[in-house]
């Protein structure tokens, strides 16, 4: 199951918020009530955008889903156009199940095999939309930007240390999925069953 949707506010390049959105948007509104002239910022956690709440109103934020296309959407199925040469059409006319099933297995088998790269990808794409929004002014900007498209992320710590607590903290959510997870420490040998 998806870890429910998370949401930070900054004001300025302070932290003031992180959670749920209406959490979020309630503690961006009273921020931007409080301090008018200081920028406050949204941002979705898990891409990095910055979201474009109206922190004037006291409407209830909604982020707009896409509008559905053609296709089954009950089953979540969106009817979009291939261009595939003939023997293409052929081969895969030829599988089990027709051209739909097999198209779909492929795109399975592609998205286990390479969803490690997907997720780096995908948290350095975050962390970068997020740096360029918040932090583009901040010491060492380029520097750390190289580090994190260079996947240095040593490198990239170590030109962000400086820089306020709030970043940091958002920056180590961003790149969560980007960083290595650790090696289990060696437990007791296991005994053969008998």
């Known amino acids: 199951m ?10 300025g390049t ?14 961006a509104r009273a921020a931007h009530a409080a301090q008018p002239d200081r920028r406050v910022a949204l941002y979705d956690a898990a891409t990095g955008r910055a979201l474009d709440v109206d922190l004037t109103t006291d409407t209830p934020p909604t982020l707009t889903p896409p509008a559905p296309g053609p296709g ?11 261009s595939l040469l003939p023997r293409h059409w052929a081969w895969l006319s030829a599988q089990r199940g027709g051209a739909s099933a097999a198209l ?12 490690g790269d997907e997720e ?11 740096l360029w929004d918040l932090a583009g002014d901040l010491p060492g900007f ?3 930007t190289r580090a994190l498209f260079a996947r240095d992320l040593a490198a990239f710590d170590e030109r962000t240390a400086a820089w306020p607590a709030g970043i940091r903290a958002a920056l180590a959510v961003f790149t969560a999925p980007a960083r290595p997870t650790e090696e289990p420490a060696p437990g007791p040998p296991s005994r053969p069953t008998p």
Do not use: N
Request: no cysteine.
């Open 142 to 144: 380029e520097e750390a």
């Open 2 to 11: 998806d870890p429910a949707p998370r949401f930070l506010a900054f004001v």
């Open 120 to 130: 780096v990808a995908a948290a350095i794409d975050a962390t970068h939309r997020f």
């Open 72 to 82: 089954r959407p009950r089953l979540g199925v969106v009817s979009r156009e291939v």
């Open 14 to 27: 302070d932290a003031l918020a992180d959670g749920p959105l209406a959490t979020v948007v309630a503690a």
């Open 104 to 115: 779909r297995r492929l795109v399975d088998a592609a998205r286990k095999a390479s969803a």
